[in-house]
């Protein structure tokens, strides 16, 4: 299999690089456009969503990024890469744009301030339990039509989504690379 980009302008970058090589794939942080050749799925990392969206633009990865993405790269988004997925997102800066790739509305911090952070079990269709560490997680609060619901979480309130699927882009709520949890990246590379 070639290689799988990690988008490497901030977050938990190497994280998500030990998990690939874990499970014997080659990983490539991508921090300009020529580190887009030939990656055949692209991971974006936690971190905070407006810093990486404003770093996408500044470094000139915006669009080459978009037309990879909008061509079918399969990508993996967690936590503030779930929210730079989403079609839309709320309580996010004024200007602040997405990919839109999951028909999937987002609340930032959406599990609560003073709840910031806190690990639990997630039972993930087809895989099982897997923990997931959320930290200032974001909130899926609506889904369309056609975005697939593969794990949900109450944190009081009810369920929510905390992973979805559409199409090529999986977009995951919690941080499955700080529990030593590799399955995620292993379903992300099914789609790869
Ligand atoms: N709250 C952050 C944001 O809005 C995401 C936090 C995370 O990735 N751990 O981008």
Known sequence: MAS??????????R???AVLQRIGVAAVEVRGVADLAGISGL???GGESTTMARLLVTG???EPLTELLDGGLPVLGTCAG??????RILDGRSDQ???GLLDVEVRR????RQVASFETVVEVTGIGPVAGAFIRAPQIVTVADGVTILATHDHG???TPVLVRQGHALGCAFHPELTGETRIHELFLSLV
């Not at 911090?109 to 609560?112: E, K, L, P, Q």
């Open 97 to 99: 744009w997405s990919l």
């Open 109 to 112: 911090n959406g599990f609560g």
């Open 43 to 45: 991971v974006i990392p």
């Open 157 to 159: 309130g009810g369920p």
């Open 60 to 62: 000139g990865l915006r």
């Open 15 to 17: 994280e998500h690089v």
């Open 82 to 87: 779930l929210i730079m997925l989403a079609r």
């Open 4 to 13: 799988v980009g990690v988008l490497a302008l901030q977050g938990d970058v």
